[in-house]
């Protein structure tokens, strides 16, 4: 398969996995025209919710995939380790074990989960580094004051959990 003209993260990723319009829609659950638009710069944005699709089907970062630089190099989700590079083999592992999973879906869950809750360890560990970049720097209260403006907003866009807050207390 030749590489795609298109210069959008979707078509950088599809191509990069060697799969068609129709299969790469049949694999993130959108019809073949939404892939298609994807794939045309300016013409439809990539949504959080489908990066987080493509990133859980494939195992590409989100991030990446958001940040929308098909030029920058491709990286795995952060569950593979902080800044690992992204390569078809890791698509191919991920969808040989969705098979062999497809029959047992708790367990499909549970790794999901488990996925999830090593990126949140690792945001932790970078905020960890700021902060005490901060206090070296004698500007901890200045770091905390914007890490507590942040964590605001996020509060209004996503909610608040506080049940899980206190699971990991």
């Given at each position: 398969?030749?590489?795609?003209?298109?210069?959008?993260?979707?078509?950088?990723?599809?191509?990069?996995?060697?799969?068609?319009?129709?299969?790469?829609?049949?694999?993130?659950?959108?019809?073949?025209?939404?892939?298609?638009?994807?794939?045309?710069?300016?013409?439809?944005?990539?949504?959080?919710?489908?990066?987080?699709?493509?990133?859980?089907?494939?195992?590409?970062?989100?991030?990446?995939?958001?940040?929308?630089?098909?030029?920058?190099?491709?990286?795995?989700?952060?569950?593979?380790?902080?800044?690992?590079?992204?390569?078809?083999?890791?698509?191919?592992?991920?969808?040989?074990?969705?098979?062999?999973?497809?029959?047992?879906?708790?367990?499909?869950?549970?790794?999901?989960?488990?996925?999830?809750?090593?990126?949140?360890?690792?945001?932790?560990?970078?905020?960890?580094?700021?902060?005490?970049?901060?206090?070296?720097?004698?500007?901890?209260?200045?770091?905390?004051?914007?890490f507590g403006q942040f964590i605001d907003q996020m509060k209004k866009r996503f909610g608040y959990d506080s049940a899980r807050k206190?699971?990991?207390?």
């Open positions: 398969m030749r590489p795609s003209s298109k210069r959008t993260t979707v078509a950088a990723l599809r191509t990069t996995l060697g799969l068609s319009v129709e299969q790469f829609a049949e694999l993130i659950g959108k019809s073949v025209s939404t892939v298609k638009s994807l794939e045309t710069p300016g013409r439809l944005n990539l949504s959080e919710d489908t990066a987080v699709k493509i990133s859980d089907e494939t195992g590409i970062s989100a991030r990446w995939l958001l940040e929308g630089d098909p030029d920058k190099p491709m990286m795995a989700d952060s569950s593979w380790g902080p800044d690992s590079p992204y390569y078809k083999s890791l698509f191919e592992h991920i969808q040989a074990t969705a098979q062999a999973m497809a029959k047992d879906p708790d367990h499909k869950r549970y790794l999901r989960h488990q996925k999830r809750d090593a990126q949140s360890l690792e945001l932790c560990s970078q905020w960890f580094g700021i902060l005490a970049a901060a206090r070296k720097d004698g500007k901890q209260e200045v770091a905390e004051y914007l206190r699971d990991m207390d």
